[in-house]
């Protein structure tokens, strides 16, 4: 019998939760955004920007689901979340490879010129 604390249970709990939540995100469409983190919220799970991006990055990158990681920032975009730098570049990538260059260019330019002075996480003051 293996016995554990409590925060390595915990830990195995919430990473299991994610790969649940995740499951669902890998078979997304733009309208099944809302309708998933409004089932996880019944269930007292909150989904963070964080986790989104987390997701929406492994969907682009290990799963070559494009179009389900550009579903995730398109919903997170209508919420008006912020995105830092590289997020924004991954963004722009996936709207690239799912919709061309005329696509990403016309996302880029609707981008404050200021953004990179935004983002307190860009090192630009």
């Not at 089932?39 to 389900?68: F, Y």
């Amino acid at each position: 019998m293996y016995l554990c604390c409590c925060s390595e249970g915990e830990g195995r709990i919430r990473a299991e939760r994610e790969e649940e939540d995740f499951e669902k995100f890998r078979s997304l469409i733009v309208e099944t955004v809302d309708l998933i983190l409004r089932e996880e919220e019944k269930k007292g799970i909150s989904v963070t920007q964080a986790d989104l991006l987390k997701w929406a990055k492994r969907l682009e990158k290990k799963e070559a689901r494009h179009e389900n990681a550009l579903a995730i920032f398109r919903w997170m975009d209508s919420k008006k979340m912020t995105f830092s730098p590289s997020d924004l570049e991954l963004y722009l990538r996936v709207i690239l490879k799912v919709e061309g260059l005329d696509a990403a260019q016309d996302c880029f330019d609707k981008v404050d010129p200021n953004f990179d002075n935004m983002d307190p996480n860009s090192g630009a003051a």
